[in-house]
Antibody, heavy 118, light 106 residues
Framework: QVQLVQSGSELKKPGASVKVSCKASGYTFTSNAMNWVRQAPGQGLEWMGWINTKAGDTVYAQGFTGQFVISVDTSVNTAFLQIYSLKTEDTAVYYC???????????WGQGTLVTVSS | YELTQPPSVSVSPGQTATITCSGEALPKQYASWYQQKPGQAPVLVIYKDTERPSGIPERFSGSSSGTTVTLTISGVQAVDEADYYCQTRDSSAPWVFGGGTKVTVL
C-alpha cells in the first residue's frame, strides 16, 4: 500500500536551517509528482511547491521562493524540503502529498512539526 | 486567486451538511476536497469534482455548477466532524486551497 513517512519533529533557533524528508513506498516513486503543503498553527492549508520526481524540476508558490528548496533522491524514494534562515513565523506542520492521476493529492505524509524559537 | 468557503457549518446527526467552494477557475479545472481532523493529516474525500476514492463512505458526494463546487455529507455522523478544504489548479500558483470549513455536528 502507498505510504509517505516523514521525518520527526524539529526544534530550531531563528536563522538555522532544517531538512524535512518524506520517504515513499508502495508505488513507483518517479511515476507521481510530489507536493509540499504548510499549515501554520490554527490556520488552513497552504500549497508551497511541487517537484517532478523523475526530472527534478520544481515550481514554487509565491512567498516560498528562495528560502525553501524542494528536492528528491530517487535512489531512496525520498523527497526533501529544506528551509533556510528560519524565522519564528515558519513554525508550522509541513506535509508532503503525492499528486494523483487527476491532479488530486491522493496520499499525504503524517506531517512534520517544525518549531522555530529562541 | 482565491477559493471561498464558509468558515463554519453546523448540522445535526442524520441531517445533510452542504459545503460550498467558489472560484473563477472552477468551471475550467477539477476540484478536490479534503477532510482534516485535529492533529491528523488531510484525507482526500472527493476528486475530479464528483469522484469518491475507495474507502470513502457513500454519504460523501461532490457536485459542480459554474463557479461553485459543493461537498455534500448525507446522514452526517459524529465522526464527520472535521475541517474540510477544497482545492483546485490555478494558472499562477499553480495549486490553491480554500480557507477551510469547520463542520460541527450538534
Amino acid at each position: 500500500q502507498v505510504q509517505l513517512v516523514q521525518s520527526g519533529s524539529e526544534l530550531k533557533k531563528p536563522g538555522a536551517s532544517v531538512k524535512v524528508s518524506c520517504k515513499a513506498s508502495g508505488y513507483t516513486f518517479t511515476s507521481n509528482a510530489m507536493n509540499w503543503v504548510r499549515q501554520a498553527p490554527g490556520q488552513g492549508l497552504e500549497w508551497m511547491g511541487w517537484i517532478n520526481t523523475k526530472a527534478g524540476d520544481t515550481v514554487y508558490a509565491q512567498g516560498f521562493t528562495g528560502q525553501f528548496v524542494i528536492s528528491v533522491d530517487t535512489s531512496v524514494n525520498t523527497a526533501f524540503l529544506q528551509i533556510y534562515s528560519l524565522k519564528t513565523e515558519d513554525t508550522a506542520v509541513y506535509y508532503c502529498a503525492r499528486e494523483g492521476l487527476f491532479e488530486e493529492f491522493d496520499y499525504w505524509g503524517q506531517g512534520t512539526l517544525v518549531t522555530v524559537s529562541s | 486567486y482565491e477559493l471561498t468557503q464558509p468558515p463554519s457549518v453546523s448540522v445535526s446527526p442524520g441531517q445533510t451538511a452542504t459545503i460550498t467552494c467558489s472560484g473563477e477557475a472552477l468551471p475550467k479545472q477539477y476540484a478536490s476536497w479534503y477532510q482534516q481532523k485535529p492533529g491528523q493529516a488531510p484525507v482526500l474525500v472527493i476528486y475530479k469534482d464528483t469522484e469518491r476514492p475507495s474507502g470513502i463512505p457513500e454519504r460523501f458526494s461532490g457536485s459542480s455548477s459554474g463557479t461553485t463546487v459543493t461537498l455534500t455529507i448525507s446522514g452526517v455522523q459524529a465522526v464527520d466532524e472535521a475541517d474540510y478544504y477544497c482545492q483546485t489548479r490555478d494558472s499562477s500558483a499553480p495549486w490553491v486551497f480554500g480557507g477551510g470549513t469547520k463542520v460541527t455536528v450538534l
